[in-house]
């Protein structure tokens, strides 16, 4: 979604405005033309050269210099712009944007844009929290301005509290999330579960699996970045929240299939790239099991089919880690279940299937498509299952 978007980094001068050069590194790394545009107090704290070197682009700090290649550069930055992103936000500039002042060159070009605005405020908890800033911030996000943040943690006064720049990847998931909105599955309401459930024995043990949750998460993150709506139902992981998809977190099966039927009432398409345990124990020890015993038998009852049992009218997308006879077995689970498309992967591959960033999968439709997929990232083969979901939508 980033590849040769323009975006207009600005940034003001908060402590934090060293980390807009991670923000400009990582844009510029995923083929994003980034415009910096820096406040004079910006300057105090981080230089125009190191944003200059790291974009490869001239950073404009001065609303009266002509540049070579823009001659009115506020005008021309606002029209270039596919998005202006202002991170670090002071106090200060949010109040400035709130009022329509316009004394510099962030400001004036965020005043010409027509493209979105987002802002990460960064300031000390009591700024942050005076009811001046929070009016202004409500002002802005009434006037379509996204907030990103902030976060809560160590403060630059090495006070804990509200004021803290959101987390890097919050800020990119929020650009990629507004870049997608008018990308392909605008306005599509996409449900995807992640992770392996738990299943629990007694109050400190639990039956797991080996799922990472990072095949579901590039479907959500994949599934925003091209405009959907997305809710994304998760087993626990070690993973960071993705930023602008709606996050339930549940532990066992039964909770998934419930959390599941809410969540698809309104859906177009479920994605269960979650592990689902097939079994849970029949029941759960009130107090932590102790271990008298030389053996210990659990005895486990099935759990929900949530593919299968979940009703509704949506596009349904199954997954089937197998070991042996990979898309005959696939097929078999696509009819069982009655799938529009299952996504087969062979988890005796070291490169796919569990823990991975990568995985390579087959993905056979109903009407008998079997189409094989190399060797690719979790994120790619998010996308290509899209593209199919795409297809199948327009169909509908
Ligand atoms: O039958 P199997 O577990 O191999 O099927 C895998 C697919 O079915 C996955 O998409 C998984 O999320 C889903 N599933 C489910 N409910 C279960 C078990 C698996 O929806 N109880």
Do not use: W
């Amino acid at each position: 979604m980033l590849a040769n978007k323009t975006i207009v980094l600005g940034i003001t001068g908060s402590l934090a405005a060293y980390k807009a050069a991670n923000i400009a590194s990582k844009l510029t790394q995923a083929g994003a033309r980034v415009e910096v545009v820096m406040t004079e107090s910006a300057t105090k704290f981080i230089t125009p050269l190191t944003l200059g070197s790291i974009t490869s682009r001239l950073v404009v700090t001065n609303l009266f210099e002509l540049t070579p290649e823009f001659n009115v550069p506020h005008i021309a930055l606002a029209e270039a712009a596919d998005v202006v992103v202002i991170a670090p936000a002071t106090a200060s500039v949010i109040a400035k944007l709130a009022a329509g002042i316009s004394d510099d060159m962030l400001t004036c070009t965020v005043l010409a844009t027509k493209a979105p605005i987002i802002i990460a405020p960064a300031m000390s908890a009591n700024m942050f929290q005076n009811p001046i800033t929070q009016d202004n911030l409500a002002k802005l996000n009434a006037r379509g301005f996204i907030i990103v943040g902030s976060a809560y943690g160590r403060l630059a006064s090495g006070k804990i509290g509200l004021g803290r720049l959101a987390e890097i990847e919050k800020i990119i998931g929020t650009i990629n999330q507004v870049l997608g909105r008018s990308s392909d599955l605008a306005g599509k309401r996409i449900v995807v579960t992640a992770g392996g459930t738990q299943e629990p024995i007694d109050p400190v043990r639990h039956i797991g699996n080996r799922s990472s949750g990072k095949m579901g998460y590039a479907m959500a993150e994949a599934a925003r970045d091209r405009g959907a709506e997305v809710k994304l139902i998760t087993a626990p992981t070690s993973l960071p929240e993705p930023a602008g998809v709606n996050i339930t977190h549940i532990e066992t099966a039964t909770q998934m299939k419930k959390a599941v039927a809410e969540a698809t009432a309104q859906a177009d398409t479920l994605i269960m790239a979650a592990a689902v345990a097939d079994y849970q124990p029949k029941s759960i020890a009130k107090a932590k099991i102790k271990k008298k015993t030389p053996t210990l038998t659990l005895e486990l009852v099935r759990t929900p089919d949530i593919l299968t049992e979940v009703k509704g009218d949506f596009i349904r997308v199954g997954f089937a880690a197998e070991s042996e006879d990979v898309v005959a077995n696939a097929r078999q689970k696509l009819e069982k279940k009655k799938l529009d498309l299952i996504v087969a992967n062979d988890i005796t591959d070291k490169d796919s299937g569990f823990g991975v960033d990568t995985n390579k999968v087959t993905i056979i439709s109903r009407d008998g498509k079997v189409e094989s997929l190399p060797l690719l990232t979790k994120r790619e083969v998010a996308d290509k299952i899209l593209d199919r979901v795409v297809e199948l939508l327009a169909k509908r």
